[in-house]
């Protein structure tokens, strides 16, 4: 009996120790900032912001796809390359603010190899209707 008990308690802490240690090695993506505002955007126009990001995780990062939240925000990303830990990237994300008004909250989605899967990031802004100010919701 005594030895069975061992034997589960042996059990329990290597299952527990490699989960841990599987965790710890894993990759991680930390943003200098997760939301920028472009502020007032002009009707028509293109604006970009450059998202920095650290690989904070143990092992290399990958980023398999990023997708904006509709047609008008269009990612750039380092797709499939590996970015050791402790090293820097960077995501550009367009945004085509032609036939919209007033404000905005897009996102961009990134697909990457971290615990949870997924990160999103956002842009928001205020955009003026051609004739003057749009009103705001």
Do not use: W
């Amino acid at each position: 009996m005594k030895k069975i008990v061992l034997g589960m308690l042996a059990a329990f802490v290597l299952t527990t120790a490699c989960k841990n240690e599987k965790k710890d090695n894993s990759a991680a993506i930390t943003f200098d900032e997760k939301e920028y505002n472009f502020g007032e955007i002009a009707p028509n126009s293109i604006s970009v912001h450059e998202f920095t990001f650290t690989n904070t995780g143990g092992s290399d990062l990958i980023i398999r796809d990023a997708k904006g939240s509709c047609g008008c925000t269009v990612p750039e990303f380092p797709k499939g390359e590996k970015i050791a830990p402790g090293q820097k990237g960077k995501i550009k994300v367009s945004f085509n603010s032609k036939g919209k008004r007033g404000d905005i909250r897009k996102s961009v989605t990134l697909l990457a190899n971290i615990d949870k899967g997924d990160e999103t990031i956002y842009i928001t802004g205020h955009i003026a209707d051609l004739n003057g100010e749009a009103p705001k919701n």
